[in-house]
């Protein structure tokens, strides 16, 4: 039996997990489809900063995801969320490996950006689960042109974070259609804006630290 504390402790045991403790992949890291090339220092820098971005985006994903499945009034979308955040545990295990493969380190600022984000969730959760599945799918989008653009920027030599930001943009865009095909509600305009402030802000952030 379920119980009105479930939602809080499977809210503390995701940020425990997310901010302290080693993620486990429970799909195998995407392969790339040529071997790695060398990296100048100059590269690996860069390719270390977008990667360790990516990575910031993924704990937000876990802290968004699960306020969200808290506040969710329909048990089935309650599950559909929180089957989205075991995924996105992928990335978190995905982005963390390339970190330490380019001798780069996670934001210190992540236990912020967790709390932030995890704010935002409990917000669109409350809103009603259509406006929650439509804040789902808006970030969704625009994490998946985020992506895009960092396949642009990568090294071309990085090919072993290159076949991990690819595979993260297939995960996003499905789980937009996901949130569209559940009954996602447009969000205004004005919303949206905001939501590309708030990550141009982040990005940027974590870029350097």
């Not at 876990?62 to 992928?90: F, G, K, N, S, W």
């Amino acid at each position: 039996m379920t119980t009105s504390l479930d939602p809080l402790l499977t809210a503390a045991d995701s940020a425990l997990r997310t901010l302290f403790a080693r993620p486990h992949a429970t799909r195998a890291t995407p392969a790339p489809s040529q071997a790695p090339g060398e990296l100048s220092d100059v590269e690996r820098r860069e390719a270390g900063a977008l990667m360790r971005v990516n990575h910031v985006g993924e704990v937000c994903a876990q802290a968004l995801y699960t306020a969200q499945a808290a506040v969710a009034r329909d048990p089935v979308l309650r599950a559909q969320l929180l089957e989205a955040a075991h995924e996105e545990t992928d990335h978190l295990a995905w982005t963390r490996e390339r970190l330490d493969a380019l001798g780069a380190r996670p934001s210190v600022l992540n236990p912020l950006w967790y709390a932030g984000a995890f704010g935002l969730g409990l917000v669109a959760g409350r809103l009603g689960d259509p406006l929650s599945l439509g804040f789902v799918a808006e970030t969704e989008r625009q994490v998946e042109a985020h992506l895009d653009s960092h396949l642009d920027r990568l090294p071309s030599a990085d090919s072993a974070s290159r076949a991990v930001v690819e595979q993260m943009k297939a995960d996003e865009a499905r789980h937009a259609e996901n949130a569209v095909a559940a009954g996602a509600a447009e969000l205004p305009p004005p919303a949206k804006a905001l939501m590309r402030v708030a990550s141009r802000v982040m990005t940027t952030v974590a870029h350097r630290i």
